[in-house]
């Protein structure tokens, strides 16, 4: 296993994950993805859907930067949360984690996707 | 397995497959230009230097996750030693997961940096060739790297064209960075300055030419950004002549007066000085160039 898959390892761990992929942003590559694969969105989707987030955030904030942290699309199963990992720089890579929505309460999973998210590239 | 590979690699991609499946070790070096470099360990990619893409290194260093000076000393130590990563890693000065990232992107990026020049043509195989100072641990598989590269040609062609065309461009900023929808963009219109090419936006950011060609075709989608076709006359910028203000015009041409440009011996020590100053003032300039000790004196 290499280091950055033992890393999101870790991710997948949360409680309630089901799915993990880390994600370039710009090319759409996906370095690593674990769990069930079916439920991830194409990697090339991940980066798509992070910037469209960002230039709505854009358009909606005066036109002020203001870093995204994360987005969340709830279905009736599943809560998809796309965050970029701290550390990563400007272009640094995105995490898209899968959680089970009946087993999952969505803002401890934040809490420990961020905390476990923090370490990620430490 | 003797297919074709993934438009634009073609029969490269046949070499590769034969390196994987006899776990070759050593490099292959693909003539250009420019020429690039594959590293292989027991059949994978380990490292791909090229010019036409940046290496680790420079991921590294223009983002500033290692600073140079820690970089020069961790270069030193491992000129000795001949492996760099264990270097930063042992004296904690980067994260395994975020060198391993580096390096991952530095292996595709070149592969895809390849597709860019199809003139690549022939090469030369190097069973057992060292290693470079830094690379990947457990390698790529080459029929996967040459997908990942091949995939982000196509996404470029659906989005611009085909990138080798694009990656000839000088892509110039149509708005202000802040107008940019998040950092790496801001920071790319920033450079855009119409004498760059993507290569160039690349080594300056310390980012993939990939990638940056891919947010480049972005920003042209949202008129951030102009990718046309600038024409040069030639390498060199040609200076045209300042046009002459209307006094110069009528001015006649100086008259060159015969001799006027000729070789003037300097005058001898005792020659009286041909001066408008007053009588006084050039008498004691004269007795001045004749102290006593004067080189001047021996002269007269």
């Known amino acids: ?122 | 397995m003797n297919a074709p590979g993934p438009a634009p690699f073609g029969a490269l991609a046949t070499d590769l497959r034969r390196m994987h499946e006899e776990s070759f070790t050593g490099s292959l070096r693909v003539f250009g230009p420019p020429d690039t470099t594959l590293h292989f360990h027991h059949g994978l990619v380990i490292a791909v230097p090229t010019p036409a893409a940046p290496g680790p290194d420079t991921l590294l260093l223009r983002t500033g996750t290692v600073g140079a000076d820690t970089w020069a000393t961790a270069r030193e130590r491992a000129l000795a030693t001949g492996d760099l990563g264990a270097e930063l890693l042992d004296r904690g000065h980067v994260s395994a997961a975020l060198l391993e990232l580096a390096l991952t992107r530095s292996v595709l990026d070149g592969v895809f940096a390849m597709g860019l020049t199809p003139s690549n043509r022939g090469g030369q195989v190097l069973p057992g060739a060292l290693p470079p100072l830094l690379r990947l641990d457990e390698g790529i598989d080459p029929d996967q790297a040459l997908r990942e590269a091949a995939r982000r040609h196509t996404n470029l062609t659906h989005r611009w064209g085909p990138p080798a065309d694009l990656a000839r461009l000088r892509p110039a900023a149509e708005a202000a960075p802040e107008r940019a929808p998040s950092r790496a963009h801001h920071d790319l219109l920033l450079r855009a300055d119409g004498r760059r090419t993507p290569r160039d936006l690349a080594f300056v950011l310390g980012r993939e030419v990939s990638a940056v060609m891919a947010d480049l075709t972005r920003l042209a989608e949202r008129g951030l950004i102009d990718l046309a076709e600038r024409h040069h006359e030639g390498a060199l910028t040609r200076r045209l002549p300042e046009s002459r203000t209307t006094e110069e015009k009528d001015r006649p041409l100086v008259r060159r007066t015969p001799g006027a440009n000729g070789m003037r011996r300097a005058p001898r020590a005792d020659a009286t000085l041909p001066t408008a100053l007053p009588a006084d003032l050039a008498a004691r300039l004269q007795e001045t160039l004749r102290a006593p000790g004067d080189l001047l004196e021996g002269d007269g």
């Open chain 1, 1 to 122: 296993m290499s280091k950055v898959g033992d890393a999101v390892r870790n991710i997948l761990e949360c409680s309630g994950s089901r799915a993990v992929m880390l994600v370039d942003r710009a090319t759409g590559h996906a370095f690593v993805s674990m769990g069930e694969q079916g439920l991830l969105l194409p990697a090339e989707s991940v980066g798509e859907v992070y910037q469209m987030a960002e230039s709505v955030q854009l358009a909606g904030s005066g036109h002020e930067v203001v870093e995204t942290e994360s987005i969340m699309v709830t279905t009736a199963a599943y809560h998809h949360v796309i965050r970029p990992v701290p550390g990563g720089g400007s272009d640094g890579p995105l995490l898209s984690v899968v959680f089970d929505r009946g087993r999952t309460n969505l803002a401890l999973a934040r809490r420990e996707l961020d905390a476990r998210a923090e370490t990620l590239l430490a």
